[in-house]
């Protein structure tokens, strides 16, 4: 069974509506944004006509950067950098996923985020090989890596009511229409012929 890590954000909601997954969980760790990811994955779970549940593990003492609204480590290579996050995301996901019988947990990763190491096809690929060799074997994998997010929103045929629904936000509840989550946001809206 595949399980989505649905954060609410554009890309993961356009993977949940294209691959239509029994499952999605959205982690609350902490970032500022929780709330805002939470009531967005919700509501794109319904559309897709998804399982979802909430899984709530406290990091926000590790953290740093936009997403906590602190200043970002100096070893940071973009203001919204959170220390091994999706290595976090995925052990905790992965965790809640086995006990749903889960055999693959699916990340909505596009093109654009090998920007970050952990957000590239080997760190994926590496993932899932340690995934594997655990107890509970399941799958790691990120089936829109090669793809732009207007790319993904596309093969996926998301309408733009769904679309609507998503919280690309880094530091509120609420689109801040300020940080680099919302500029992406906007930016593939406007790539799409809708802003």
Request: charged share 15%.
């Amino acid at each position: 069974m595949r399980v989505l890590l649905l954060s609410g954000g554009i890309d993961s909601l356009a993977l949940a509506y294209w691959l239509r997954p029994p499952a999605a969980i959205t982690i609350d760790y902490g970032q500022a944004s929780a709330e805002g990811e939470i009531r967005a994955a919700k509501a794109i779970a319904t559309a897709a006509g998804i399982a979802h549940e909430t899984v709530r593990v406290d990091c926000s003492s590790l953290g740093s950067g936009d997403l906590l609204n602190r200043p970002a480590l100096a070893s940071a290579p973009a203001p919204e950098w959170w220390p091994y996050r999706n290595q976090m995301l995925a052990t905790v996901a992965g965790m809640r996923a086995l006990g749903m019988g889960a055999t693959e947990l699916l990340f909505g990763t596009v093109r654009s985020d090998a920007f970050h190491r952990d957000g590239t096809a080997e760190f994926y690929e590496r993932l899932s090989l340690l995934f594997q060799m655990q107890e509970g074997g399941i799958m790691v994998s990120a089936p829109a890596h090669a793809l732009s997010s207007a790319e993904l929103v596309t093969a996926a045929k998301v309408p733009i009511e769904v679309l609507a629904l998503a919280h690309s936000c880094h530091t509120a509840p609420w689109a801040c229409g300020n940080c680099r989550g919302c500029f992406k946001y906007r930016n593939v809206m406007r790539e799409l012929g809708h802003g």
